[in-house]
């Protein structure tokens, strides 16, 4: 095998720039076939796309015979069952975040994981420049000893980062498994994870003001095995001048700051600011993208192992249940 041949599970909002143009540009990888339930979005997707094939059934894209990975991006409460069949027919299987429901189905697909699957998890935001940055500045000690870790994640009703569907199905549990937190935290408890390693003990809360279905308001804390602590607070109906997007880690000789949806890292040390700039590439999972493929061929190690996810999806449980 020299090229990944890929066809897509869901070609929604996610895949339009996000991911799905990628496929089509990274190094010894083709996108061959797109699938989603309304056969006519998928045909205009691949029409739009230049993809050859186009379905409207998940088991005609898993076996199509000139496929050899799958990207999952569809909601949550199917990525349990869709990754069991991908993997289960040989398919390599690259899977969207939250990688499913809850920790209970991520520790099912864990198990049933075997030793010639391949699997990667889509935190692509560990492969970004500014966070790459963030990483490299802590793995050289430049804030001394590092102490705890501060996210504020403020959205109001209106000015939300997160993309908006038709029916809105982040907001609905038994697609989504929880709500706005469940679809960004993701990215930000992995960079954690990412950043300081194992965790010893966790804890959380978290309330529904106006949606009585899933969480508006999400305050969490961690303590990692290493000692660093960690605190988050997550709020989906914060007033318009409140919005705020931020991670601040503090050490014994200074703090790096960054956004979740910026491209600054800002170093500060003995009162004098350092601010390190980036530009994403336009396809943002690219990077990860290029990474998997490369493991799909065996030239690497795994960029986010299914372990990865699991640990991810213990911490949601953990914050809001």
């Known amino acids: 095998m020299n090229t990944i041949k890929w066809g897509i599970i869901g ?19 083709e996108l061959i076939a797109v699938m989603r339930r309304n056969g006519t979005k998928a045909k205009d997707f691949a029409k739009r796309h230049k993809v050859p094939f186009f379905y409207d059934s998940v088991n005609d894209i898993i076996n199509h015979k000139g496929i050899n990975a799958l990207y999952i991006a569809t909601p949550p409460s199917t990525h349990l069952e869709i990754a069991k069949q991908c993997l289960a027919a040989g398919k390599f299987v690259y899977l969207e975040k939250p990688m499913t429901m809850n920790a209970d189905e991520a ?40 102490y705890f870790a501060d996210i504020t994640i403020l959205q109001s009703t209106t000015n939300n980062v997160i993309a908006k569907t038709d029916d809105n199905w982040r907001l609905n549990p038994e697609t989504s498994g929880g709500g706005y937190f469940h679809d960004i935290a993701p990215h930000q408890i992995d960079l954690m994870l990412h950043y300081f390693g194992s965790i010893k003990t966790a804890e959380g809360f978290s309330t529904s003001i106006l949606n009585n279905k899933v969480a508006d308001i999400v305050n969490g804390i961690i303590e990692f095995e290493n000692g ?23 050490g014994e000789n200074g703090t790096i700051t960054f956004s979740f949806y910026g491209e600054e890292v800002l170093l500060n040390i003995s009162d004098k600011n350092n601010v390190f700039s ?3 590439p336009a396809h943002v999972q690219q990077p990860l993208i290029e990474q998997t493929v490369n493991y799909f061929l065996g030239d690497r190690e795994n960029p986010c192992t299914i372990k990865d996810g699991v640990e991810v999806m213990k911490i949601l449980d953990t914050f809001t249940t």
């Not at 520790?107 to 990483?135: C, D, G, M, S």
């Not at 660093?228 to 503090?250: H, L, M, P, S, T």
């Open 228 to 250: 660093i602590q960690f605190r988050g607070i997550w709020n989906f109906i914060a007033a318009e001048k409140d919005v705020k997007d931020e991670c601040k880690i503090y």
């Open 11 to 29: 070609c929604g909002d996610v895949a339009e720039v996000k991911s799905g143009p990628a496929f089509q540009k990274v190094a010894n990888s």
């Open 107 to 146: 520790k099912t697909l864990e198990t049933f994981v075997k030793e010639n699957h391949k699997i990667v998890v889509a935190h692509y935001r560990r492969n970004l420049p500014a966070f790459q940055k963030v990483k490299a500045l802590l793995d050289a000690n430049s804030i001394g000893k590092v």
């Open 278 to 280: 980036f530009q994403n």
